[in-house]
T-cell receptor
Framework: NAGVMQNPRHLVRRRGQEARLRCSPM?????VYWYRQLPEEGLKFMVY????????ESGMPKERFSAEFPKEGPSILRIQQVVRGDSAAYFC???????????????FGPGTRLTVT | KNQVEQSPQSLIILEGKNCTLQ??????????LRWYKQDTGRGPVSLTI?????NTKSNGRYTATLDADTKQSSLHITASQLSDSASYIC?????????????FGTGTRLKVLA
């Protein structure tokens, strides 16, 4: 039973290029979350998506960043015109379902390490 | 501002010894608290989860405690092994903004030496 898959594991982009990070949730999971981990910092929530819907993008920068989770295929985190400050590890997590008043579990992928040169 | 602070930042112990990691949080209203283990280059893996009504939770050699009054938690590792070398992260869910929005501490880096 495969866990959360992320690819690529490592991505190098020059300033101004676009970065596309992919996340395949665990089988049966329809909720996806993206987190960013800057060097020497904790993971920070970016966005929460369900299939074809963005539920909460309050942690995502307003410009250059976008996320989607289409009906078919993986979730994509897209960063346009990358800058050096975007260099970080980006983690995706998935969960089975969300109940606001209960404890559910998010399962994390191995992350994509983005380096902007 | 909701925060999760951990101490120490790093810790070195000998194999077989015990250790205790600390977590203080200011998240309110509090939903639940988790401890994760993160190996280098990997994603976090859940060790324990506690709601505000639970005081202690064990998972093998890992025992987590929670004092919701003082907003403190600890993770005790017994009889450490080399494979315990990792970052241990305290994560709190904020019930006010949605239990899915995890708030991560910066972690304690544990190194177990032979």
């Amino acid at each position: 039973n495969a866990g959360v898959m992320q690819n690529p594991r490592h991505l190098v982009r020059r300033r101004g290029q676009e970065a596309r990070l992919r996340c395949s949730p665990m089988k049966g999971h329809s909720h996806v979350y993206w987190y960013r981990q800057l060097p020497e910092e904790g993971l920070k929530f970016m966005v929460y998506l369900q299939k074809e819907n963005i539920i909460d993008e309050s942690g995502m920068p307003k410009e250059r960043f976008s996320a989607e989770f289409p009906k078919e295929g993986p979730s994509i985190l897209r960063i346009q015109q990358v800058v050096r400050g975007d260099s970080a590890a980006y983690f995706c997590a998935s969960s089975l379902l969300l109940r606001r008043d209960s404890s559910y579990e998010q399962y994390f992928g191995p992350g994509t390490r983005l380096t902007v040169t | 501002k909701n925060q999760v602070e951990q101490s120490p930042q790093s810790l070195i112990i000998l194999e077989g010894k015990n250790c205790t990691l600390q977590c203080n949080y200011t998240v309110s209203p509090f939903s639940n608290l988790r401890w994760y283990k993160q190996d280098t280059g990997r994603g976090p893996v859940s060790l324990t989860i506690m709601t505000f009504s639970e005081n202690t939770k064990s998972n093998g050699r890992y025992t987590a405690t929670l004092d919701a009054d003082t907003k403190q938690s600890s993770l005790h590792i017994t009889a450490s092994q080399l494979s315990d070398s990792a970052s241990y992260i305290c994560v709190v869910s904020d019930q006010g903004s949605g239990t899915y929005k995890y708030i991560f501490g910066t972690g304690t880096r544990l190194k177990v030496l032979a």
